[in-house]
């Protein structure tokens, strides 16, 4: 998609630093969500299933809005899909506000599934978007530089939690049943409400930046955003990536990924805790931040390996090596498992933005426009899996639900070495 106007674009760095900071922005969201399950799970007192209910109530936003997000920015465009995006992730963070006031669980997953909604625009335009500023041959390496500046948001979306969120309060079952009616009743609505200054200022940020974004001049692209929202699935382009193997690959394998992605992350605090008894809801956070460092070494890391080594065989081997890793957590819990859980999230690095640009390559432009809808719509496996993981937990142990993502980086695996076989005939 070539842009009108580059070297006008080129001139202007304040287009470039607003698109960036989405992949921020949305890092941080994401992560966010591993503080609510710990904090929701105190705050409600909730099982493993039920937390995990954070995370299913997001991704289902995305599953649900990633095909309208396409369809949308396919007839307006990808400035006003960004702005439209970013007012609904500000208006679902400010949402959290009434949610606490009313101590309302259900209310915090709806907050949750706007949020989502917001993001799956963004990520809906803002991924392939990467993908075509540039020669074709290095689209892949281009979305992974890109992607890294997403951990940079989860870091800063952990440390948020872990410093503004969680009080350092912890209360045993004993402690709990000692108090008296109004104690306890204290004690929860306290944890809830520390939700909602985090929130609100998080909202009126992202509704800011979503004015900032509309004021600013974008460089616009030269294909016009004039066709029906229908022709490019009546087209018979939804009915062709359908009967494409290499693509339905790519979904399944994205679904399976992210599902591992946000299991992990979402049940490390939980992990660490069961396996390292004494350790308290802040302590357990430095190794969620320790992962999310490891995450975005990765990406700097995998995009530069990729000079030297064909992504396809780079996500085949860093696949493999997570495989591993999750089942010594399995195995090992402890000290040295939640070891293997930070070394994990370097070799997830790669995947996400592997998988998506492999997805689209060498697409026309309604194919990648649909495909990347459809990519986005696989995220819906880290609501699946997160409560998957949260019902083995539940019936056994949170060290013994690791075989969920060490399954599914087997898959990712597969698929990449499919994906390899296949360019080396």
């Not at 039920?50 to 949308?72: D, E, H, K, N, T």
């Not at 609904?88 to 949610?99: C, D, Q």
């Not at 669980?105 to 075509?132: D, H, K, R, W």
């Not at 500046?149 to 872990?162: K, M, W």
Request: glycine fraction near 8%.
């Amino acid at each position: 998609m070539p842009v009108a106007g580059a070297s006008e674009a080129g001139r202007s760095w304040l287009p470039l630093v607003l698109i960036v900071s989405l992949f921020f922005l949305w890092g941080g969201a994401n992560n966010l969500n591993d503080v609510l399950i710990a904090q929701f799970k105190k705050a409600f007192v909730l099982s493993d299933f039920r937390a995990g209910l954070v995370q299913s109530a997001f991704y289902l936003g995305y599953f649900l809005i990633a095909m309208p997000a396409g369809i949308y920015m396919r007839r307006f465009g990808y400035k006003s899909a960004v702005i439209f995006g970013l007012m609904l992730y500000g208006i679902g963070a400010l949402l959290f506000w009434p949610a606490a006031e009313r101590a309302t669980y259900g209310m915090f997953l709806f907050a949750l599934f706007v949020i989502a909604s917001g993001l799956a625009f963004l990520e809906t335009s803002a991924n392939p978007f990467v993908t075509l500023l540039g020669s074709p041959e290095t689209a892949t390496r281009r979305l992974n530089w890109a992607q890294a500046f997403n951990p940079l948001g989860s870091i800063a979306g952990i440390l948020i939690g872990q410093h503004f969120i969680f009080s350092g309060v912890e209360h045993t079952p004993e402690q709990l049943a000692a108090m008296s009616d109004a104690e306890r009743t204290a004690y929860y609505v306290s944890e809830t409400h520390a939700v909602q200054w985090p929130y609100l200022v998080i909202g009126i940020v992202v509704l800011c930046w979503a004015l900032l974004i509309l004021i600013t001049r974008f460089p616009r692209p030269i294909t016009a955003h004039t066709a029906s929202a229908s022709s490019a699935v009546g087209g018979g382009v939804m009915s062709k990536l359908l009967r494409d193997k290499s693509f339905i690959g790519a979904l399944l394998s994205q679904f399976f990924y992210v599902g591992a992605q946000v299991g992990v992350w979402s049940y490390t605090i939980r992990y660490v805790q069961a396996s390292m008894p004494g350790t308290t809801h802040r302590e357990a956070a430095n190794f969620l931040t320790a992962e999310l460092v490891c995450f975005m070494v990765g990406r700097f890391a995998g995009a530069a390996l990729m000079k030297y080594a064909a992504p396809v065989r780079l996500l085949m081997t860093f696949a493999a090596i997570n495989v591993v890793l999750m089942l010594y957590a399995l195995a090992v819990p402890g000290l040295s498992g939640a070891c293997a859980l930070a070394a994990c999230s370097f070799f997830m690095s790669v995947m996400y933005p592997t998988i998506f640009a492999l997805g689209v390559e060498g697409r026309g432009d309604d194919e990648r426009k649909l495909g990347s809808a459809m990519l986005v719509m696989t995220i819906i496996g880290g609501a699946v899996l997160t409560a998957v993981m949260g019902a083995i937990s539940d019936h056994s142990s949170i060290a013994d639900a690791m075989i969920v993502p060490a399954c599914s980086f087997a898959i990712v695996g597969f698929f990449a070495w499919r994906r390899a076989a296949q360019s080396a005939n």
